[in-house]
């Protein structure tokens, strides 16, 4: 079992920036790599962003790449997400999750464990 807790979620002005954590325990947290998720009221749950257990690659959605940037400290048994630029749509819940094979990684069904999410609410 991994038990991953986001944290760092918020009201901002657009333009404007925040870093989300998702710290995690349980089983070894550097045999999983990381995604981050969002989903808006009335929409599915799209992916974000994803990391390697190793941190040497990442991913990201279009509609973030350039804005946001992923990063994990296995130290500290934690993920981040730098957001920058923030826009009005980047408004939505946003969970972490861990996967092992890390293949699917856009995929929500593909990954093994999940956090509670926080809440971005962007304004204009």
């Known amino acids: 079992q991994v038990q991953l807790v986001e944290s760092g979620g918020g009201s901002v002005q657009a333009g404007g920036s925040l870093r989300l954590s998702c710290a995690a325990s349980g089983r070894t947290f550097t045999w999983y790599g990381m995604g981050w998720f969002r989903q808006a009221p009335g929409k599915e749950r799209e992916f974000v962003a994803a990391?390697?257990?190793?941190?040497?690659?990442?991913y990201y959605a279009d509609s973030v790449k350039g804005r946001f940037t992923i990063s994990r400290d296995n130290a500290k048994n934690t993920v981040y997400l730098q957001m920058n630029s923030l826009k009005p749509e980047d408004t939505a819940v946003y969970y972490c999750?861990?996967?092992?094979?890390?293949?699917?990684?856009?995929?929500?069904?593909?990954?093994?464990?999940w956090g509670q999410g926080t809440q971005l609410t962007v304004s204009s």
């Open positions: 990391i390697s257990w190793h941190g040497g690659t990442t």
């Open positions: 999750a861990a996967d092992l094979e890390f293949i699917s990684y856009t995929l929500p069904a593909a990954y093994d464990y």
